[in-house]
């Protein structure tokens, strides 16, 4: 309806080419100037998010698909949808299948697109694992982009979120993580941040976790 | 000064002679506060001066949106306050409209740059006593516990915040217990209380509740529309609690 | 006052007797405020970013026009298709034409308040389209067949017990339960079966960045995310406002809007849209459709003043700050709208003949504008609005509708008054005398005195004190 397009600007332009406004500088130094050193990021971040009910698996390099299988074992969680044709992806499937699988979840692959996997992603996944580009401390909030290779619906459906983070990929606010890495240059088809499982306070100011979204998100922290 | 509470006022020195803006309401039913007012400042060494010309600052025309009428009324105290000395007003509510209110009143009138050195002349009494004058009282009075209404345009027009409380703790024989709400607004609202008398009744009765619970003997405010409104209620609902102009109480409570 | 004149005075009057809805809004709003306090406490800081904050709004709106256009661009180049809606019929005709074209017959909808504006659940039902909310507040609103009454909290205004019972009437499978876990995992399943059945997903936009046409939304709950990614087709409708100019335009904005609502240092989930599902990608939807409604926002924008409305960027801080709103709730104002900004920005949309009367439900007591996180000059507007409403105009539709012959001459009459020395010295004096003989039952004095002692005259004025003590005059 470029009519009403037109329509549109037109009205505005000329509203404001009647009175133009001059509006003030936008100073960012009050984003600029949030800093925390090394340590104190990793440590905001985990009270941050802990205080809304995030956990955390501490691992490292090496061990982190064994602690993942070991932690998810432990709770009892029948399967984990995993991107296949990511680097994590590929050490889950090699190295739980060279440890055995026996009583531990079953790794199910996000290998179709969405229209043929629906009933089964939302009926029968307990948990799904995706890696992260990092994590913020001002505001404790995980960096998710998904990609064809981690789509988007693997951190919402299932009912766990496992999110891998490097400790070393942190950032002090969310401003300088997209500036620095000039994530105006070119957006992915979805950008998220994610800082703790799904909640709401619609009843009555009550926080209840799980209402959508996942129940529970763990964040894999591999140092 | 900015109504978003943001900045300060800057200082002046100390005058020798200021105005007094009695405000139309302490005119008819508070004249005893505007009296203590003044006096409060004539103490401090200060002349005092009077215009009898005044009237009232145009509020009521002003948010009622009848502007020009407001304007009109304005305009007239404009010539009442020609010496380069303070005007202090004791309500907040009316310092607010003159100071923040009348650069825009008068914008685009031929008087608009007079209109705007009248209203940066002009202060809020409390405000007054604590930054430019200084002022330290020696409490004469008897001990008694009282509670403090902090009216919204002091507050957020004015930015006077801690100056009344501060000149109330110097009361050595005062007990000050702060309400729960202090900062919410009593439902007076100038017209609002009789366009909207149920919201305007349930708001001061939650004010009155807050002061009943603080077990203060009176309720000390800045401003006299509020006070109007807060008292008039405690004493409707027949309680054993007054209201009073802080710069009435002050007076009280150092001259004996 | 018009005939379609919305009755304030009325649903407030209904609202205040209820004794259970004004304990529900005095408990969360003083809840809201407290928490927001500790989230701005350093003062500094919350100077620091709401002053940016408020320079990405005003720029946004300094460059409106190309901003939009250039939105526009980048959407277009990013595969959003982008539609321009003069009016909320125009915009539900639009949708309504993609529903169409997709043969939809369920769709699913994230929390909108533009949406809201336009009636749409009420239109597509009149289509033959179940519209589901699925914010959980909004469901619940929703099954309650009534109207949002918080723009951040739909279903505030209700507790658990009536929540509870609500489901256990209106849900097929519900047990009755008040408990708030139990109740919301009811509403996950319930939910969830939709979300994978739905053919469209609906949302609004909390931001657009002109810069890279990226859509942000923020929400806790996760249904804003399933609505706009599983469903196969995404339509986010927005007010043409919402456009921001860089993408660092938007996180102190989104800090600004979370700490103020609902006092978070950040929601659960920031999403950022920016183009439908790509080859090789395989989920979020094939189309992204991006509904930008003017709805008398051009006009508002056209005003120097008014405009500044258009700064907001619905946060609710002010609803949760003032003290009307906690007192009535926000039904009274019988607008997707309410409160404070509700107050000065329905007025605008719909016409003063229809909405004249909110702007006086304020005492200007400007809580709304010490915490409004982008400086929107509320009470100022709300005067600005309340002239309007008595003096013929063309700023705002409606201008003069609630102009009164004997309101004007009562100002008039004071005006002269009041501007006279002469005069004003006469009538006070004589009001000295004789004013406290007025009957209570006097029209205002009624309304006064009904909860409250009678204002007494002094016997003397200020003005007669101050010469009988020989204060000088000059």
């Given at each position: 309806?470029?009519?009403?397009?037109?329509?549109?600007?037109?009205?505005?332009?000329?509203?404001?080419?009647?009175?133009?406004?001059?509006?003030?500088?936008?100073?960012?130094?009050?984003?600029?100037?949030?800093?925390?050193?090394?340590?104190?990021?990793?440590?905001?971040i985990?009270?941050?998010m802990?205080?809304?009910?995030t956990?955390?698996l501490?691992t490292?390099e090496?061990?982190w698909p064994?602690?993942v299988?070991?932690?998810l074992?432990?709770?009892?969680?029948?399967n984990l949808l995993f991107g296949p044709a990511t680097e994590a992806g590929a050490r889950l499937s090699t190295e739980w299948?060279?440890?055995?699988?026996?009583?531990?979840p079953e790794l199910i692959p996000y290998a179709d697109r969405v229209e043929t996997f629906k009933?089964r992603l939302f009926?029968g996944i307990d948990a799904g694992i995706t890696t992260t580009l990092g994590a913020i401390?001002?505001?404790?909030s995980l960096i998710v982009w998904p990609t064809p290779e981690e789509p988007r619906l693997m951190s919402l459906v299932p009912h766990m979120h496992l999110a891998l983070l490097r400790a070393d990929a942190l950032y002090?606010?969310f401003?300088q993580a997209m500036t620095e890495n000039r994530w105006a240059d070119g957006m992915p088809t979805n950008a998220l941040l994610i800082s703790g499982p799904s909640?709401?306070?619609?009843?009555?100011?009550?926080?209840?976790?799980?209402?959508h979204g996942p129940?529970r998100l763990v964040v894999v922290i591999v140092? | 000064?900015?109504?978003?509470?943001?900045?300060?006022?800057?200082?002046?020195?100390?005058?020798?002679?200021?105005?007094?803006?009695?405000?139309?309401?302490?005119?008819?039913?508070?004249?005893?506060?505007?009296?203590?007012?003044?006096?409060?400042?004539?103490?401090?060494?200060?002349?005092?001066?009077?215009?009898?010309?005044?009237?009232?600052?145009?509020?009521?025309?002003?948010?009622?949106?009848?502007?020009?009428?407001?304007?009109?009324?304005?305009?007239?105290?404009?010539?009442?306050?020609?010496?380069?000395?303070?005007?202090?007003?004791?309500?907040?509510?009316?310092?607010?409209?003159?100071?923040?209110?009348?650069?825009?009143?008068?914008?685009?009138?031929?008087?608009?740059?007079?209109?705007?050195?009248?209203?940066?002349?002009?202060?809020?009494?409390?405000?007054?006593?604590?930054?430019?004058?200084?002022?330290?009282?020696?409490?004469?009075?008897?001990?008694?516990?009282?509670?403090?209404?902090?009216?919204?345009?002091?507050?957020?027009?004015?930015?006077?915040?801690?100056?009344?409380?501060?000149?109330?703790?110097?009361?050595?024989?005062?007990?000050?217990?702060?309400?729960?709400?202090?900062?919410?607004?009593?439902?007076?609202?100038?017209?609002?209380?009789?366009?909207?008398?149920?919201?305007?009744?349930?708001?001061?009765?939650?004010?009155?509740?807050?002061?009943?619970?603080?077990?203060?003997?009176?309720?000390?405010?800045?401003?006299?529309?509020?006070?109007?409104?807060?008292?008039?209620?405690?004493?409707?609902?027949?309680?054993?609690?007054?209201?009073?102009?802080?710069?009435?109480?002050?007076?009280?409570?150092?001259?004996? | 006052?018009?005939?379609?004149?919305?009755?304030?005075?009325?649903?407030?009057?209904?609202?205040?007797?209820?004794?259970?809805?004004?304990?529900?809004?005095?408990?969360?709003?003083?809840?809201?405020?407290?928490?927001?306090?500790?989230?701005?406490?350093?003062?500094?800081?919350?100077?620091?970013?709401?002053?940016?904050?408020?320079?990405?709004?005003?720029?946004?709106?300094?460059?409106?026009?190309?901003?939009?256009?250039?939105?526009?661009?980048n959407c277009?180049k990013n595969g959003i298709?982008?539609?321009?809606?003069?009016?909320?019929?125009?915009?539900?005709?639009?949708?309504?034409?993609?529903?169409?074209?997709?043969?939809?017959?369920?769709?699913?909808?994230?929390?909108?308040?533009?949406?809201?504006?336009?009636?749409?659940?009420?239109?597509?039902?009149?289509?033959?389209?179940?519209?589901?909310?699925?914010?959980?507040?909004?469901?619940?609103?929703?099954?309650?067949?009534?109207?949002?009454?918080?723009?951040?909290?739909?279903?505030?205004?209700?507790?658990?017990?009536?929540?509870?019972?609500?489901?256990?009437?209106?849900?097929?499978?519900?047990?009755?339960?008040?408990?708030?876990?139990?109740?919301?995992?009811?509403?996950?399943?319930?939910?969830?079966?939709?979300f994978a059945?739905?053919?469209?997903g609906?949302s609004?936009?909390?931001?657009?960045v002109?810069e890279t046409g990226t859509l942000c939304l923020v929400e806790?709950?996760g249904?804003g995310r399933m609505s706009t990614t599983v469903p196969p087709v995404h339509?986010a409708?927005?007010?043409?406002?919402?456009?921001?100019?860089?993408l660092?335009?938007v996180p102190?904005?989104?800090?600004?809007?979370?700490?103020?609502?609902?006092?978070?240092?950040?929601?659960t989930y920031v999403n950022m849209i920016s183009s439908p599902r790509k080859e090789g990608e395989k989920d979020g939807p094939n189309e992204i459709?991006?509904?930008?409604?003017?709805?008398?926002?051009?006009?508002?924008?056209?005003?120097?003043?008014?405009?500044?409305?258009?700064?907001?960027?619905?946060?609710?801080?002010?609803?949760?700050?003032?003290?009307?709103?906690?007192?009535?709730?926000?039904?009274?104002?019988?607008?997707?709208?309410?409160?404070?900004?509700?107050?000065?920005?329905?007025?605008?949309?719909?016409?003063?003949?229809?909405?004249?009367?909110?702007?006086?439900?304020?005492?200007?007591?400007?809580?709304?504008?010490?915490?409004?996180?982008?400086?929107?000059?509320?009470?100022?507007?709300?005067?600005?609005?309340?002239?309007?409403?008595?003096?013929?105009?063309?700023?705002?539709?409606?201008?003069?509708?609630?102009?009164?012959?004997?309101?004007?001459?009562?100002?008039?009459?004071?005006?002269?008054?009041?501007?006279?020395?002469?005069?004003?010295?006469?009538?006070?004096?004589?009001?000295?005398?004789?004013?406290?003989?007025?009957?209570?039952?006097?029209?205002?004095?009624?309304?006064?005195?009904?909860?409250?002692?009678?204002?007494?005259?002094?016997?003397?004025?200020?003005?007669?004190?101050?010469?009988?003590?020989?204060?000088?005059?000059?």
């Amino acid at each position: 309806m470029s009519e009403s397009r037109n329509a549109i600007l037109g009205k505005l332009r000329a509203g404001r080419d009647a009175h133009p406004l001059t509006p003030p500088e936008s100073d960012f130094a009050v984003l600029r100037n949030k800093r925390w050193d090394g340590a104190e990021r990793l440590e905001r971040i985990k009270r941050m998010m802990e205080a809304v009910h995030t956990e955390f698996l501490e691992t490292t390099e090496a061990d982190w698909p064994a602690d993942v299988q070991a932690f998810l074992k432990a709770q009892g969680t029948r399967n984990l949808l995993f991107g296949p044709a990511t680097e994590a992806g590929a050490r889950l499937s090699t190295e739980w299948a060279a440890s055995g699988m026996a009583g531990g979840p079953e790794l199910i692959p996000y290998a179709d697109r969405v229209e043929t996997f629906k009933e089964r992603l939302f009926d029968g996944i307990d948990a799904g694992i995706t890696t992260t580009l990092g994590a913020i401390a001002d505001t404790g909030s995980l960096i998710v982009w998904p990609t064809p290779e981690e789509p988007r619906l693997m951190s919402l459906v299932p009912h766990m979120h496992l999110a891998l983070l490097r400790a070393d990929a942190l950032y002090d606010t969310f401003w300088q993580a997209m500036t620095e890495n000039r994530w105006a240059d070119g957006m992915p088809t979805n950008a998220l941040l994610i800082s703790g499982p799904s909640k709401t306070a619609d009843i009555e100011q009550t926080l209840a976790y799980g209402v959508h979204g996942p129940k529970r998100l763990v964040v894999v922290i591999v140092r | 000064m900015s109504h978003d509470g943001t900045t300060s006022r800057p200082d002046i020195e100390r005058p020798e002679s200021v105005y007094f803006f009695g405000t139309c309401l302490v005119d008819l039913f508070y004249p005893e506060a505007g009296m203590a007012g003044m006096e409060l400042l004539k103490a401090q060494g200060v002349r005092v001066v009077f215009p009898q010309g005044q009237s009232c600052c145009g509020q009521p025309a002003y948010n009622s949106g009848y502007r020009e009428e407001a304007l009109k009324v304005a305009r007239a105290q404009l010539d009442y306050f020609p010496g380069d000395w303070p005007i202090v007003v004791p309500s907040g509510s009316c310092a607010g409209m003159m100071s923040k209110h009348w650069p825009d009143l008068f914008k685009g009138e031929p008087d608009e740059a007079r209109a705007r050195q009248v209203a940066s002349r002009v202060w809020e009494l409390t405000q007054f006593l604590v930054q430019v004058l200084k002022v330290k009282f020696e409490d004469q009075g008897p001990p008694v516990k009282i509670t403090w209404h902090a009216s919204c345009h002091a507050q957020r027009e004015m930015g006077v915040t801690d100056e009344p409380k501060a000149l109330l703790r110097q009361l050595a024989n005062v007990e000050l217990v702060e309400l729960q709400r202090e900062k919410e607004c009593c439902g007076f609202g100038g017209t609002f209380a009789v366009r909207h008398p149920e919201i305007s009744a349930a708001m001061v009765g939650d004010k009155v509740a807050d002061i009943e619970n603080t077990g203060a003997k009176a309720v000390v405010s800045g401003d006299c529309g509020c006070l109007m409104n807060i008292s008039g209620a405690l004493e409707g609902g027949k309680k054993p609690v007054r209201g009073v102009h802080i710069a009435q109480f002050l007076k009280e409570r150092t001259h004996g | 006052m018009g005939e379609t004149s919305i009755n304030f005075a009325k649903a407030s009057s209904a609202a205040l007797q209820d004794q259970q809805l004004r304990g529900n809004f005095r408990r969360a709003m003083d809840g809201l405020m407290s928490k927001r306090a500790v989230q701005f406490a350093d003062t500094a800081e919350w100077n620091g970013v709401r002053t940016l904050g408020a320079s990405v709004r005003l720029r946004a709106l300094s460059k409106l026009p190309e901003l939009l256009e250039k939105l526009e661009a980048n959407c277009t180049k990013n595969g959003i298709q982008v539609h321009w809606a003069s009016t909320t019929d125009e915009a539900n005709a639009i949708v309504l034409s993609i529903m169409q074209r997709v043969n939809a017959k369920l769709v699913v909808k994230g929390k909108s308040m533009v949406s809201e504006e336009m009636h749409l659940n009420a239109f597509l039902e009149k289509h033959g389209i179940e519209s589901l909310e699925s914010d959980l507040g909004e469901y619940i609103v929703q099954l309650d067949e009534a109207m949002p009454s918080h723009i951040i909290m739909p279903a505030i205004h209700m507790n658990t017990k009536q929540i509870a019972h609500l489901f256990k009437q209106k849900i097929k499978e519900a047990e009755y339960t008040e408990d708030v876990a139990q109740l919301t995992d009811l509403a996950r399943r319930v939910l969830r079966k939709k979300f994978a059945t739905a053919d469209v997903g609906i949302s609004g936009v909390n931001m657009a960045v002109a810069e890279t046409g990226t859509l942000c939304l923020v929400e806790n709950e996760g249904n804003g995310r399933m609505s706009t990614t599983v469903p196969p087709v995404h339509i986010a409708v927005m007010g043409l406002e919402k456009v921001v100019e860089k993408l660092e335009d938007v996180p102190p904005v989104i800090s600004l809007l979370t700490r103020s609502a609902t006092a978070q240092p950040i929601t659960t989930y920031v999403n950022m849209i920016s183009s439908p599902r790509k080859e090789g990608e395989k989920d979020g939807p094939n189309e992204i459709h991006l509904v930008i409604l003017d709805n008398g926002r051009s006009g508002i924008y056209a005003d120097e003043e008014l405009r500044n409305t258009l700064r907001c960027i619905r946060c609710g801080a002010c609803m949760n700050h003032c003290p009307v709103y906690t007192k009535v709730g926000g039904h009274a104002y019988q607008a997707p709208y309410p409160g404070p900004i509700g107050s000065i920005l329905m007025p605008q949309v719909e016409g003063l003949e229809k909405r004249g009367e909110l702007p006086h439900a304020c005492t200007m007591c400007n809580a709304c504008v010490e915490i409004c996180p982008v400086k929107i000059p509320i009470v100022e507007i709300m005067g600005r609005l309340r002239s309007e409403a008595v003096h013929p105009g063309d700023a705002v539709r409606g201008a003069g509708s609630h102009a009164s012959k004997a309101e004007a001459m009562v100002w008039k009459g004071w005006s002269m008054t009041y501007a006279s020395p002469l005069a004003y010295q006469f009538a006070t004096a004589l009001l000295a005398k004789l004013g406290n003989a007025a009957p209570a039952s006097l029209p205002l004095l009624k309304e006064w005195t009904n909860v409250r002692a009678k204002p007494r005259f002094a016997n003397r004025t200020l003005h007669a004190l101050a010469r009988e003590k020989g204060i000088p005059d000059v």
